[in-house]
């Protein structure tokens, strides 16, 4: 079964996570963004979410993290939550 690890921003508009990646593109570092405003509570571990398979989070959530390039900050991405910039760490198929 396949599985990843990965960090996420959890903000509440979209300019605010636009903003923010251009910061981590400029190379301010995604943990210290993450603990300064993401609103989730991962946000005090640097935006981390430990290992989850494939259906552990929201659908928005697995199409990227199961798709998308590692070490590469994506976003945003819009959930019913908010809007998340997602860096994957490592994923296993």
């Known amino acids: 079964m396949s ?3 990965a960090r996420h921003i ?3 508009s979209e300019e605010e996570c636009e903003s923010l990646k251009q910061k981590i ?3 301010t570092d995604f943990e ?3 603990k ?4 989730c509570p991962s946000g005090r571990n640097g935006g981390d979410l430990g290992e989850f398979g494939p259906g ?3 659908k928005e959530f697995d199409e990227v993290v199961f798709s998308g390039d590692l070490d590469t900050v994506h976003g945003p ?3 019913q939550f ?3 910039l997602l860096e994957i760490t490592s994923r296993e198929d």
């Open 25 to 27: 593109e400029d190379g």
């Open 10 to 12: 959890l903000v509440k």
């Open 82 to 84: 908010g809007y998340h």
């Open 32 to 34: 210290e963004v993450a």
């Open 3 to 5: 599985k990843a690890t």
């Open 77 to 79: 991405v819009k959930t």
């Open 36 to 39: 300064e405003h993401s609103t």
């Open 56 to 58: 552990q989070m929201v």
